[in-house]
């Protein structure tokens, strides 16, 4: 910041003053409060000035750090440039990986539905299975009833006709007994039966 006009023009105005009182002073007279006030008036007007060469030195100064303060905001922008082209494909890739695994995922979800469908079919085969052999079980237990009741019955029947043939034996020696020759022959034929029966 330079002298305005005004200000040299002031200066200008009170300098034949200040020559004067510089006069006084040197012959050492006596200084009255014109002179006084004239004398502050140039030292407030010498501060203004001082005041002024500093506020010109920070101007400047300011000036620097805007320059400087917009040659790094420019690396930064740069810096910054950079980052973000390199985090892009960074977040690109990390896109595509995420989508790579949501796919592989889909793929195994599917895969173990099909699992489980399997699994599922096989369990209610088995379980088919189950019932079958079960049936058959029973079945088979049943006939084997059967097959008891029938010997069973057949025992009785055995049991019946061992008794009748008893009867029929006690008969024969009895007639055996009368008739001595023909009863012979009835106890062999008797014999054979009871043998084949027993066969």
Same mark, same amino acid.
């Given at each position: 910041?330079?002298?305005?006009?005004?200000?040299?023009?002031?200066?200008?105005?009170?300098?034949?003053?200040?020559?004067?009182?510089?006069?006084?002073?040197?012959?050492?007279?006596?200084?009255?409060?014109?002179?006084?006030?004239?004398?502050?008036?140039?030292?407030?007007?010498?501060?203004?000035?001082?005041?002024?060469?500093?506020?010109?030195?920070?101007?400047?100064?300011?000036?620097?750090?805007?320059?400087?303060?917009?040659?790094?905001?420019?690396?930064?922008?740069?810096?910054?440039?950079?980052?973000?082209?390199?985090?892009?494909?960074?977040?690109?890739?990390?896109?595509?990986?995420?989508?790579?695994?949501?796919?592989?995922?889909?793929?195994?979800?599917?895969?173990? *539905? &099909? +699992?489980?469908? @399997? =699994?599922?079919?096989?369990?209610? %085969? #088995?379980? !088919? /299975? $189950? *019932? &079958? +052999?079960?049936? @058959? =079980?029973?079945?088979?237990?049943? %006939? #084997?009833? !059967? /097959? $008891? *009741? &029938?010997?069973?019955?057949?025992?009785?029947?055995?049991?019946?006709?061992?008794?009748?043939?008893? *009867?029929?034996?006690?008969?024969?020696?009895?007639?055996?007994?009368?008739?001595?020759?023909?009863?012979?022959?009835?106890?062999?034929?008797?014999?054979?039966?009871?043998?084949?029966?027993?066969?």
């Amino acid at each position: 910041m330079n002298y305005t006009k005004i200000d040299n023009l002031m200066l200008e105005m009170i300098k034949p003053k200040i020559d004067e009182i510089e006069s006084k002073f040197s012959n050492g007279e006596g200084l009255d409060q014109s002179d006084i006030n004239t004398l502050l008036l140039k030292s407030q007007f010498n501060h203004i000035n001082h005041l002024d060469l500093k506020l010109n030195e920070v101007t400047d100064s300011v000036i620097g750090l805007k320059d400087e303060f917009h040659i790094h905001k420019q690396e930064i922008s740069d810096i910054l440039n950079r980052f973000d082209a390199k985090n892009e494909k960074r977040f690109v890739k990390i896109e595509t990986d995420i989508s790579d695994i949501k796919d592989n995922y889909y793929s195994i979800d599917k895969k173990v *539905d &099909k +699992l489980e469908l @399997s =699994i599922s079919k096989m369990n209610d %085969k #088995f379980v !088919n /299975m $189950n *019932d &079958k +052999l079960d049936r @058959s =079980i029973e079945n088979t237990d049943l %006939k #084997f009833a !059967n /097959m $008891n *009741d &029938k010997f069973a019955n057949m025992n009785d029947k055995f049991a019946g006709m061992d008794i009748k043939i008893q *009867d029929a034996i006690k008969q024969g020696i009895i007639t055996n007994i009368k008739f001595t020759l023909g009863s012979i022959g009835l106890l062999a034929v008797a014999f054979k039966v009871m043998d084949m029966l027993v066969k």
